[in-house]
């Protein structure tokens, strides 16, 4: 089994930032991309940045230039250090992860539970 467990949102006002974490436990051989998604009220879930273990990044247009994806392996963590923030930003972030439990087995999506970010204007 694989955990992924979130912290660091919660509500600032706009131009403030914030840094997300999203720590895997369990049975982990490898994780191959980890990152972040994001689902307002009344939205799809959205990709907001992720990251390959060869260390491609994404990051969708809205949040490039503001938001920094980045991870250590070490410590099977994702980070997402999200700066300027606005309302528009104001979300559920979700961590994804993709993970491998043996060195012969496929890798699978893992979520984690979401973590609110509230942006004021």
């Known amino acids: 089994q694989v955990r992924l467990v979130e912290s660091g949102g919660g509500l600032v006002q706009a131009g403030e930032s914030l840094r997300l974490s999203c720590e895997a436990s369990?049975?982990?051989?490898?994780?191959?991309?980890m990152g972040w998604y994001r689902q307002g009220l009344g939205n799809q879930r959205e990709l907001v940045a992720d990251?390959?273990?060869?260390?491609?990044?994404n990051y969708a247009d809205s949040v490039k230039g503001r938001f920094t994806i980045s991870r250590d392996d070490a410590k099977n963590t994702v980070y997402l250090q999200m700066n300027d923030l606005k309302p528009e930003d104001t979300a559920v972030y979700y961590c994804?992860?993709?993970?491998?439990?043996?060195?012969?087995?496929?890798?699978?999506?893992?979520w984690g539970r979401g973590i609110q970010v509230t942006v004021s204007s």
């Open positions: 369990g049975t982990i051989f490898s994780i191959n991309t």
């Open positions: 994804h992860a993709r993970v491998a439990q043996s060195p012969m087995a496929q890798y699978f999506a893992s």
């Open positions: 990251v390959a273990r060869a260390g491609s990044i």
